[in-house]
């Protein structure tokens, strides 16, 4: 099962109202990332936990949290949502490139945050 | 600034021919580099991926080519088909760190 699964599919939030978003793999991945996707712009990287050791984006450090209770689950959390973070949010995974593999990113469906 | 840029935003190919799509980079330390296939509604897929040891690698109708020290790499896709018709997100990043960035995409079609 290659499968990455987020929770919510849809969150709709209030301004300045906390945000949090799951997301889960069954691959023992040890990575698993997070970008926030807007209309026609790349995806950007916000932070990603290799193993347990959580790294934060030097320009979202303050905006988003994460957290990573086990190798299966990933979150992330808003503290104080504002318009500008409304936003697709794409989870993925992957092994160690160290391995002897393709360094493939597994992404989820995405979370659709919506902030009013 | 963004770490990984492609330029075009679309790219129009007859059938059989050959699609170039293009990547730059900002950051000496990236070391692996790949190309991923996204249709709509779909999450991104990889399609190939090369370390910075090489300068080209092929697989079947794809070869992704490297240049470093232009921090520049592209995808050919020779003998396009219709079913190539997808977006392409080029991506880079550096293995020790496992951080991971991609481009805005380039929008392929191939005509019949």
């Known amino acids: 099962d290659t499968t990455v699964k987020q929770n919510p599919r849809y969150k709709l939030a209030r301004v300045g109202k906390p945000v949090n978003l799951i997301c889960s793999q069954t691959?023992?991945?040890?990575?698993m990332y997070w970008y926030q996707k807007k209309p026609n712009q790349a995806p950007k990287l916000l932070l990603f936990?290799?193993?347990?050791?959580?790294?934060r984006e030097a320009d979202t450090f303050e905006k988003f949290q994460s957290s990573r209770p086990n190798n299966s689950f990933c979150s992330l959390y808003i503290g104080s949502a504002g318009l500008e973070y409304s936003a697709m949010y794409l989870c993925?995974?992957?092994?160690?490139?160290?391995?002897?593999?393709?360094?493939?990113?597994?992404f989820g469906e995405g979370s659709k945050l919506t902030v009013l | 600034g963004q770490q990984v840029k492609q330029s075009s935003p679309s790219l129009t190919v007859q059938e059989g021919g050959i699609s170039i799509l293009n990547c730059d980079y900002e950051n000496d330390m990236f070391d692996y580099f790949a190309w991923y296939k996204k249709y709509p509604d779909n999450s991104p897929t990889l399609l190939i991926s090369?370390?910075?040891?090489?300068d080209k690698r092929e697989d079947g109708r794809l070869t992704v080519f490297l240049n470093k020290s232009g921090k520049h790499f592209s995808l050919h896709i020779t003998a396009s088909q219709p079913e190539d018709t997808a977006v392409y997100l080029c991506a880079a990043g550096n293995t020790g760190y496992q951080n991971f960035y991609f481009g805005k995409g380039t929008s392929l079609t191939v005509i019949p």
């Open positions: 691959m023992n991945h040890d990575t």
């Open positions: 936990y290799y193993d347990k050791i959580l790294n």
């Open positions: 090369v370390r910075s040891n090489v």
């Open positions: 993925a995974s992957s092994r160690p490139w160290t391995h002897a593999n393709t360094g493939q990113l597994y």
